[in-house]
Each structure stands twice: as structure tokens, then as C-alpha cells.
């Protein structure tokens, strides 16, 4: 029996780790939209995001035709102290569910920053170390990302200065010591340190923060700053490109053992784990060599794929940014307060915007008390303790695979499962305490964040 | 070169995993004593342990002639999704360090439980079921053994009871919510569901309660339901069995490319991670085989091997389990309040304490501020943020390598990084802020500790 052979983690060596990120532009017949300057309208030019990012990053942010990009060989050296990722076999999961499906799921929590965010952060930091720079400023929200930023700095000996929002400062104080430990500074948003902090805390005396003021933070605290540059977590598609990483090793690894996949799932927030993880499976059916089915999954709340426009619109709420045409839901668009289970941008990346947008994947919605629920039968079964955001993730691959029980079909059901749930236990304890409830946007909700993008020609909505 | 070859990371593939446990006891020329009964001194039958303790883990305990047990099939799947844990090669702490020592470490700290903890709570929880039990009580302080006994008994199916400290229970509630997550049922000890708890609250009404009181309450549970017994999640040899799957594998792992250590370092606590990963190592030490030097390692404010006794001892403060012959400090012994480091067992394995007393093993006490400042080193280069109890060790094997920079030798250094200290942050935090300090025990208060063991014939302090 072909299952017997297959090992429940199937971790590929060293030498056959990937070398080469890939770059799915390059195969995409329709190429996502350029980036617009805010105020021109006009595409941006190499120079001008080079003000903000680092030179090798902008060249990777507009490059749409090279389809392999190597790996620096320090950042891989930096892959091998986590990577490679393994790839699972959820035996006992598809025993749980009674399923004839065979369910994989890649595995990119077993690091200390708890994601694959770290993928990209090594990556951004190598750059910003080679140009010469003394620091990178960010913001975070929850954490995970300011916490994976922090390594790469430290390991490369990077200054890294994180704005966190401010109600998370207070009501995360573990990550915000995790970074510390790693010898970042984290301050909290909005703060006295910069014009823009300081005049938004005269206006808002109690205010609490929010991603879109700490963005604002981060990016004058890099601009005004000599020898700073200012990095981002997702979206952007050199973000993208660092994370094909996690779809070339899982791809990698199901080849050693002839595994192909039927259906691809994986969680949509910004969308940078999502289309790293798709991108080689991707490229294959952008080429004519292989279909596959690919399922986006968003939460109910922030539904940008399903609910969104696909326009140009502001990349953060303190609309300083670059346009980007993507799904979204209008940079204003805010979850409802019970919202707890992360993937809360309203927009998507470029990239996986165009892909679905082509009709080349799916997406799906699903209410987050359904989401925790499969966390927490999934951990149970498969002993890992997922974030809520993987769990939507779980959700759609164990939904799948009850149907294959329904259907008799022996599908391969594949998902990335993104992270860990080690920092999201109020969340937790909120579901199992029986106070979690979902709160489905009235179209009225989607409506109000809608009308904050900005119109020009050609870009109605 | 020889150092070009070896991975960052060496996994044993599923086939090579060690199928047996290795019980060192067999090699030993002198045998750990026995444990006795509390009340009449004399050795504990298996028929007497086993009205706490289910009947296949009292065979274990009282095994000191089989030199290999076989692990069963349904223990081995469950390690599968864990295990093989990496044994490590630390370039990077090397490359910092600036050392020609060669330093690998085995990480046990790739699961949700955080620790090694898990290997015996699978087996524990495995046998409970065998044997036909409905479920398993226990106690917790911090939660990590809480919560490794809770995984495990989520996937088999079996209820888990664990009292938790008082105190921890409130101020760790991200442990409990773990817990909870897995289906255990938690509740903060003392507490009215049991007699001696009752009786605790009745006498003192503000109390946060004790690791000795919910041990106390978890035993009074396990004996007075149907089909229920205790479980512990370190010190007995049972425990320290099960612990030798983490030697076993880094033996096999490091015969494999052909590294012997020079120096195997562990942290020491109860001493059942330390025992079980030093077992394999220590059997060619006893049967003549070769030599290794090995370092128990424990904080300077609970220090039973390096200023203990080696007596007959209670195993627990509420003085109900069985006496054990040990290094100790006494049951009653309270490491100071400035001590965050973890490893606060008052006593040590006793098979553990024979070989330390035979002169097999040496043991170094650390102040703690050195210890997070190991930890935050570490951290910084090798990527994962060490549990503090695990930094221990980390120091020693840290010390072992400067030193190998000053003499030139080119020793290979092994130490177990036992876990991770993602729920640890608390103690990190203080560590951050400066405000951490050291306290060495005075003479007079390790007199106040030894004064509380039991004296009887042959038992003299």
C-alpha cells in the first residue's frame, strides 16, 4: 500500500532544499497592476520606492519576468537553523474523520516567531544588512511579525525598531518581551517619537493605536533617519516571493514520494503565505502542465476576496503607501470587535488578487466559532496547537475531507498550516468559555468601507 | 572536512527511531534503594503501588534488571508525530563564541507541551488505558507537565484531572487555557472537591496553595474514584525510562555521523530529562565501554545534588507518597522568591542520586541572572528562545566552549535543550527590565530544609 511507505513527517535534506525562490509573474499571462503613487496616479519608479524599501527589495518588487531568484547563500544558511519545514502526513487526523481522503499539511510554526513570517523577515533583514543600512523600523500588530523581524535582526546584528499598537503592547506583553529579548525596541503606537505620533495624540489624548497609525510610525522613523529603511510583513510581492520558500519545499517533498495533490488550501489575510505556498503548484497550471484545485480561505468578517472590489486602493490606513490594485475592502474597513481570529487586512496581495481574479483559484468565507472549533479538534487529534489563523485553513481541509467520507473519493487534500496558537490563548479561552460569537458585515458595513477608496479614472468601482 | 558534512539539523529517519527504552538501572552495579512506605520503612510492594499507580508502570518502576523495554506500537505512532526531535549542530553559537569546540544540542521542545515532558505523558497516559481506567489525576505547578498529559490524553481518549497551583492557575492562565484547549479539566488547588483541600482552605482561607497540596488533592482524586489513578511527571524511574527515547536518539543520531561528545551536559530538576538523556551514554560508562564526562546542572537556589543529602526522603510536601532515597534538600524546602529560574524540586531521581553518589557524574550549581543571560545569547543566535529551566545547561555547555577558546582543545560538547520558554515570559520580561536577582541559599536555611527529613534507623543525616 502506497500510504504505508509514507512517513507522518516527511522532511527533505539540506542539499534538497530549494535555492531559488520563484517568481509566478514571470508565468502569468495577465501580470498583477503596478504600484500607483499616491497622489500622481502615476506607476512608481525604482528611485522613488527605493526612498522607503531597500534597493534589492524594489528590484525584486518589480521584477515580473525572471521566474527563479537566488537565495542568498547566508539566508539560507539563516533557512537552514528551521527550515526545511516539515511536511505532514495527518494520519491521525483522516482516522478522526473516518475519511478515505489522504490530508498533508505543511508545517511553518516550528520556529520561535511561531509563523512562517520569518521566511521573509531573514530575507528583508539580509538586504538591508548588505546595503549597508544600521536599522529597519516596522510595525506590528499582534506581534508575530515585529517577533520574527526581531530575530533576523539580532541574528545579523540589525538594529530593528518595532511600533506596536498600542492595546496590543498592553494586552500582549509576551510578545512584546519575546522581542525585547531579541534586543528589539518596541514602542508603543501612537507615541511622542514622531510629528505624525505626536499630532494624532493631541487630537485622540486616549486612543489606543492602530496598524494604520504605526505604519505611518514606522515609515517616518525610517524616511528621517539615516541609514534606515522601513520593511513590511505581507502583501508586497517580494513578500510573496521570499514565502514560495514554504510551496517549494512542500512541493519538493511531495515529489520525492509521488504525492499529488488534488485541492490546495490555504489562509488569506494579506495573502503573502498563501500565494508563496501556491506559487510553484501555481506556476505548473499557469503553464498547462498540471490542474489543481486552490481554495483561499478568509474569515467572514474581513471577506475581501469575497466580498471585496477589485480596484486600486491604499496599502494602509494612513493612506501614505503605495496604491496597489488588489481585492479589497476599502483601507477604512474595520472587523467587528468580536473578531478574534486574525486575518484582519482588508486588502490581498497583487498577485493572488490577479490569480483569482483570472479564475484560477477559489475562495471560500467561514465564521470564526466553526474555525476554533476545528483548531481545537485538530489539536486534539494531531497534537499541534494551531493560530487561528492557519485554523481557517483546517476548517476547509477537514470539510473537504468529511465530504470525501460522504463521497467515497480518495482525494489528496494539501494546506498550509501556518503557525502556532501559543500567543492566541485569550482568544482560545474565550471559545472555551462559549463566548465567542460570529458577526457576519451587513452589506451596509461593506458598503461604508467601500466608499473610502479612491476614485479616478478608471478606477470606479 | 569532517564539520562540512554534518548538518545544521540531524533527523533519524521514522525507521531508525529507537524501539525500546533503555533502563540503565540494569548496568548499574549499585542499584538506586528502593522506596519505601512512609509509616513502616519497609520496601513498597508492587500490590501497595499499585493502589495509586497503574499496574505496568509499577512493573517499570520496580525493573532494575531489564536492560531493554520494548515501547509499544500506539507509544511509537504518538511519538511520530513529534519525533524524531533534531539533534542540532549550534554553527551559529559556535561561529559567535569564536571556538574550536564542536557544540550540538538535542531540541525536545517541538510540540505544543513545549518540552520533553511529553514523551512520558504519552506512555503514562497509554498504559492508564490499557489497563482498562477511565482517567488519570495529576498535579501542576507551572503547567507544562499539565499540559503534555493533557495532549496526551486528549488523543487516547482519556479523561484528565489536573490540580494546578493556586497561584499559577491565576497568574498563567495562557497554560491553563492550553489545558483546557485538550479537554482537561483544571481547577486551582486547594480547592473543595477534595477532603485535604477542604481541610487546607478551612485552616488557611487566603492561601495560593502548593505543589505539595495539589499533589495531595490528585491522589486523594485517583483513590477514591472508580478507574482512576495518579500520575507524575518526573523523579520516579518510571519517568526517567520513558526519557531515554531522548538519549537513545541522539546516540543513534550522532553514531550515525560518526561524533562522540566529550562532555554531555543536562539541567537537572527532578532529574528524569537529565537521567533519560544521559541513560545510553551512561550504560557504555558502566559496562566499560568508553567514558564521557557528564554535568548535572541546577539553579544555586535549589541545590540538591551539590549541598543536599543523601537520605531517605519524602517525595512530596504533603509527605503522602512514598519515601524515596535521594540527594535532598528536604520536602520542606522553599527556594527563594526571587527564583524564576524553574527546576524547584526539592529532591532528585534516585537513580540519578546513585550514579551522582557512585561518582559517575560531577553536578555545577548557576545563579540565575547568568542563566538568562546564557538564554538571551543563545536566543539571539541560535533562533529559539530556550525555556529557562533548559538554559541551565545552555550556560555550562556556553562556559565549556569559552573555555575550549582559551585552551585550544577541540572538545565536542552535547547538552539537551529540554524546551522551549514561550509561556516563560513573565521571568524573561524581569530579566529585560534589570530586575532580576540572585539569592544563595545560606547554610541556615539548607539546616531548615534537611531538618525536616524523616530520621529512622539507618537514615541519619
Redesign the interface.
Known sequence: MREEKI???I?L??SEMPKQWYNVRADMKNKPAPLLDPVTKEPMTAAELEKVFCSELVKQELDDTNAYIDIPEEIL?FY???RPAPLVRA??LEKHLNTPAKIYYKFEG???S?SHKLNSAIAQAFYAKKQGLKGVTTETGAGQWGTALS?AC??LGLDCRVFMVKVSYEQK??RR??M????ASVTPSPSVTTAVGRKILAEHPGTTGSLGCAISEAVETATSMEGYRYVLGSVLSQVLLHQTIIGLETKAAMDKYNITPDVIIGCAGGGSNLGGFISPFMGEKLRGEKDYRFIAVEPETCPSLTRGKYVYDYCDTGRICPLSKMYTLGAGYIPAGTHAGGLRYHGMSSIVSQLYDDGLMEAVSVPQTSVFAAA?EF???????PAPESSHAIRVAMDEAIRCRETGEEKTILFCLTG?G??D??A??R??DGEMTDTVPTDADIMKGLAGIPRFPGNEI
Open positions: 512517513p507522518y513527517k522532511y535534506s539540506e544558511d537552514k537553523m528551521y494520519y491521525c516550528n520556529n520561535t511561531g530575530m539580532a541574528y506583553p509576551f518581551e519575546v525585547r529579548t531579541y534586543g481545537q489539536a486534539r487529534v494531531e497534537g499541534i496547537l502556532t501559543y500567543f490563548l485569550v482560545y479561552g471559545y472555551n
